[in-house]
């Protein structure tokens, strides 16, 4: 272990890992804005130069913590995706994965929203969107396929899908689950089927 003047480690364990949790802790309890990679090394016990060996800044901690949520947001997706199954159960299966995370990670989920906007969005940031998209795509083009969901560009069709699902999660992100569990399968529905009367 290197150790500065101070006597102070550079860096200990999987340093990365540590601020990145930090990090994480710092947004949701206090916010983006209290987010420093100061902080984060007096907290880790290290010198503040010792995260500069893995972030350049705090955009990119900023990043990388995104990063790590789409990452972890596809692999709940994954695990949920039943392949040989209906559409209607893949939709209600990712469906539920996806408020699941949102509502256990919403301050995340809203930096990793506001982290793909930036002018300086990493090349992995934006690949791992894409795979995302990809999951939702899936189910879709299964659909299509099968004469359950309608014709035409697949990627709209998922962006509405997505759209409806973030929109979902968070405007039930302040109340119990159970109060809207039983309101997921009938949203999925109406996705699935429109509103036109039938």
Known sequence: MLMNMAGRPYHHG??????????????????????????LAREAG???????????????LLDA???????RLKASLDRADVEDA?????FLALARAYVDFTRANGALLDLMYARKHESDVT??????IEELLDIVLAPI??????????????KSIAYTVVSTL??????????????????????VHHLLHGLAPR
């Open 46 to 60: 290290v010198s503040h130069a010792a995260p500069g060996r893995h972030f350049k800044d705090k955009g990119a």
């Open 123 to 128: 090349d992995r940031l934006i690949a791992a």
């Open 65 to 71: 913590l995104a990063l790590s949520g789409f990452q």
């Open 14 to 39: 999987d340093l990365r890992a540590v601020l990145l949790a930090g990090a994480e802790r710092t947004l949701a309890d206090r916010g983006p804005a209290a987010i420093s990679l100061r902080g």
């Open 141 to 154: 083009v299964q659909g299509q396929h099968a004469g359950e969901i309608v014709q035409g560009d697949a």
């Open 166 to 187: 973030h929109g979902f999660a968070s405007l039930t992100a302040d109340h119990s689950g159970e109060e809207f569990d039983g309101v997921l399968p009938e949203v």
């Open 86 to 90: 209906d559409t209607g159960t893949r």
